[in-house]
């Protein structure tokens, strides 16, 4: 009970956090302007950015689906992408825990083994999970690292003012050392469950569950097609920034006669933005996943309007309207893939 009601304090903060968010990035706009942007960009690119979207949660699974065949080798390619596409709604209401729904979601359509019991068992589901977005954490710190290498003069301000200030600003020596003294803790306490697991029921199901996830995090090294995986992570990556690009285009192609003096300008401010350009907002817009607001509402709105801003000068109104576009028809996409998802399953179950 204590739990539940921790886990529910907790949404309403950060619900809390996201309303704030929205309400300080949409203060002061002009709502009239605002519409016109919408009415007058080219919603044909539009079309296209959510169409990549849908690419990349397909693709997500199939890379997924790599990390899976080496504990259950009969998970369905739908299988997958129903689990991902289903995991997103979740996370739209309850961020994180989609991850933990799309892994029962595996389990549940595991093969069996001759004990009646699940291939891929949750404990090693979520182990590819971990490893999985592990290898999502990597490419944002090489797209980052690169930005850094070809782009310093053009970006590098940013990044280390706007991000790498915050964060070392942020990070003591003290935090530093309690971080690595509780994961050596933990690191202990899960060698003593291994070791001393005979003992105890309690203690042999807690080895097992680790085990499972080392299991799980393990299946990157007995992948059939190693290069499979890398390939499907290049391609997803390149889904999203093509879905960057798709609204880069769009607000571009605003056609200034049927928009207010408040846009004409700003219109001018985002026609030089190039397909890099368009690779660094969507660099930006992942970071504000950082902040653990419900489906991203607010965050990264601000996140997207204040790099435009603060790199390129398109005024907030500019930002705005592209952060909207961005994250809006994501947020449909990801509704409309869900959806379609479970009815898929509703039918299968029949």
């Given at each position: 009970?204590?739990?539940?009601?921790?886990?529910?304090l907790?949404?309403?903060?950060?619900?809390?956090?996201?309303?704030?968010?929205?309400?300080?990035?949409?203060?002061?706009?002009?709502?009239?302007?605002?519409?016109?942007?919408?009415?007058?960009?080219?919603?044909?690119?539009?079309?296209?950015?959510?169409?990549?979207?849908?690419?990349?949660?397909?693709?997500?699974?199939?890379?997924?689906?790599?990390?899976?065949?080496?504990?259950?080798?009969?998970?369905?390619?739908?299988?997958?992408?129903?689990?991902?596409?289903?995991?997103?709604?979740?996370?739209?209401?309850?961020?994180?825990?989609?991850?933990?729904v799309?892994?029962?979601?595996?389990?549940?359509?595991?093969a069996?083994?001759?004990?009646?019991?699940?291939?891929?068992?949750?404990?090693?589901?979520?182990?590819?999970?971990?490893?999985?977005?592990?290898?999502?954490?990597?490419?944002?710190?090489?797209?980052?690292?690169?930005?850094?290498?070809?782009?310093?003069?053009?970006?590098?301000?940013?990044?280390?003012?706007?991000?790498?200030?915050?964060?070392?600003?942020?990070?003591s020596?003290?935090?530093?050392?309690?971080?690595?003294?509780?994961?050596?803790?933990?690191?202990?306490?899960?060698?003593?469950?291994?070791?001393?697991?005979?003992?105890?029921?309690?203690?042999?199901?807690?080895?097992s569950?680790?085990?499972?996830?080392?299991?799980?995090?393990?299946?990157?090294?007995?992948?059939?097609?190693?290069?499979?995986?890398?390939?499907?992570?290049?391609?997803i990556?390149?889904?999203?920034?093509?879905?960057?690009?798709?609204?880069?285009?769009?607000?571009?192609?605003?056609?200034?006669?049927?928009?207010?003096?408040?846009?004409?300008?700003?219109?001018?401010?985002?026609?030089?933005?190039?397909?890099?350009d368009?690779?660094f907002?969507?660099?930006?817009?992942?970071?504000?996943?950082?902040?653990?607001?419900?489906?991203?509402?607010?965050?990264?709105?601000?996140?997207?309007?204040?790099?435009?801003?603060?790199?390129?000068?398109?005024?907030?109104?500019?930002?705005?309207?592209?952060?909207?576009?961005?994250?809006?028809?994501?947020?449909?996409?990801?509704?409309?893939?869900?959806g379609?998802?479970?009815?898929?399953?509703?039918?299968?179950?029949?």
């Open positions: 009970m204590e739990k539940r009601v921790s886990n529910a907790n949404y309403l903060l950060w619900l809390a956090v996201a309303v704030v968010l929205l309400y300080f990035c949409f203060k002061g706009v002009d709502w009239k302007a605002f519409w016109e942007g919408l009415k007058s960009c080219r919603w044909e690119f539009i079309a296209i950015s959510m169409g990549f979207g849908a690419m990349s949660f397909w693709i997500r699974g199939l890379r997924w689906r790599e990390l899976l065949i080496p504990i259950d080798s009969s998970t369905k390619r739908l299988t997958v992408f129903n689990a991902v596409n289903i995991s997103y709604i979740v996370n739209m209401v309850m961020p994180r825990v989609g991850e933990f799309r892994c029962g979601f595996i389990t549940r359509h595991s069996r083994d001759s004990q009646d019991k699940p291939l891929a068992s949750y404990d090693k589901v979520l182990g590819t999970v971990v490893m999985e977005r592990a290898w999502d954490v990597m490419m944002v710190i090489l797209l980052v690292l690169g930005f850094l290498t070809v782009g310093m003069g053009r970006y590098g301000e940013f990044f280390v003012s706007g991000i790498l200030d915050p964060i070392s600003a942020k990070i020596s003290g935090g530093v050392l309690l971080t690595v003294l509780i994961i050596l803790v933990l690191a202990i306490l899960v060698f003593l469950a291994v070791k001393y697991r005979h003992r105890s029921g309690y203690l042999s199901r807690v080895a569950f680790f085990e499972g996830i080392k299991e799980g995090l393990g299946t990157c090294l007995r992948m059939r097609s190693g290069w499979k995986f890398v390939v499907l992570t290049l391609m990556w390149m889904c999203y920034w093509m879905m960057s690009a798709g609204i880069v285009w769009a607000v571009q192609g605003i056609d200034v006669g049927k928009v207010s003096p408040v846009l004409q300008g700003a219109v001018a401010n985002v026609s030089g933005l190039d397909m890099l368009a690779l907002l969507m660099m930006a817009g992942s970071l504000s996943s950082l902040i653990p607001v419900p489906g991203g509402f607010g965050a990264f709105h601000w996140v997207v309007a204040t790099s435009l801003l603060t790199m390129f000068g398109v005024p907030w109104e500019m930002g705005i309207l592209f952060a909207t576009l961005s994250h809006e028809s994501q947020i449909i996409t990801q509704a409309v893939c869900g379609l998802s479970y009815l898929s399953e509703v039918f299968r179950r029949r």
